[in-house]
């Protein structure tokens, strides 16, 4: 069983930064791949952002290339996102996840299968 954790969430003007952390409790963290997502009312939940067990495959969503960064530290049982350049647009709820499954078309929600509580991020003036 793996437990996950999200934080960093919060308020931030157009234009600025955060840094989300996703930690995880349990076994073998590190064969896991972690994935960002995120919902915004009345939308379906969407990938932003995956990493494999081994940092070496990384995808992102078109949306969020070149703004945000995802890393994992497996030394730690964390993985972060990096997110500068926020717009209004990047309003939602964040959740991590976790799962055993590489999606070759992108950060799929079905090929997850632990979920954190989620984490809301407002970007606003």
């Known amino acids: 069983q793996l437990q996950l954790v999200e934080s960093g969430g919060g308020l931030v003007q157009p234009g600025g930064s955060l840094r989300l952390s996703c930690a995880a409790s349990?076994?073998?963290?590190?064969?896991?791949?972690i994935g960002w997502f995120r919902q915004a009312p009345g939308k379906e939940r969407e990938g932003v952002s995956c990493?494999?067990?081994?940092?070496?495959?990384?995808k992102y969503a078109d949306s969020v290339k070149g703004r945000f960064t995802i890393s994992r530290d497996n030394a730690k049982n964390t993985v972060y996102l990096q997110m500068s350049s926020l717009k209004p647009e990047d309003t939602a709820v964040y959740y991590c996840?976790?799962?055993?499954?590489?999606?070759?078309?992108?950060?799929?929600?079905?090929?997850?299968?632990?979920w954190g509580q989620g984490t809301q991020v407002t970007v606003s003036s």
């Open positions: 996840a976790a799962g055993r499954t590489w999606g070759h078309r992108g950060c799929l929600v079905s090929l997850y299968n632990y």
């Open positions: 349990g076994l073998s963290f590190d064969s896991y791949i």
């Open positions: 990493i494999s067990s081994s940092a070496y495959n990384i």
